[in-house]
């Protein structure tokens, strides 16, 4: 079936076989950012935002983002936002093999870009639990997490 939606602010018309994933959509129109990793919804390397919210892409069947909006990282590279969480995982040290590495972004980036979804202020637990889906084995997690503590306190407004 052929599907139409914006990919990355473009409009993308694609054709996908019944039960065809996102995620194998994505990487077969070369958006490569998308990793595949578990295929089983666990390690959130395909992570991507739909209509702005951020999901494991290879438990989206294709046909379902007929009419939405998808944005990977290539759709974000020049976002103020993307470029101080990726300065700062950077200078963290927050990056080791780097596969887990476009997902988590794309996490981060929801997150500060949204608020956490119950209110209040993005401190290192919700960071955390932010991060719960995207499975990453080199960093332990705690340059991530330093690292989205730094854009969070940078843009803090004094009080
Ligand atoms: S490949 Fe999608 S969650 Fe692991
Ligand atoms: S940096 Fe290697 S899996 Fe996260």
Sequence with gaps: MNISFNLNGSATNLEVAPGESLLQALRASRVFSVKLGCETGDCGSCTVLLDGQPVNSCMVVAARVNGSHVTT???????DLMIRLQTELVEHGAVQC??????????????????????????EEVIRHALTGN????????????????????????K
Excluded: H
């Excluded at 990282?73 to 976002?79: A, F, H, N, S, Y």
């Design 73 to 79: 990282m290539e759709g974000l590279l020049g976002d």
């Design 98 to 123: 780097g596969y887990c590495i476009p997902g988590l972004l794309i996490s981060l980036y929801a997150l500060v870009k949204q608020g956490p979804s119950c209110g209040g202020e993005i401190d």
């Design 135 to 158: 499975l990453c084995r080199c960093t332990g997690y705690v340059k991530p997490v330093e690292a989205a503590r730094a854009v969070v306190a940078a843009m803090e407004v004094p």
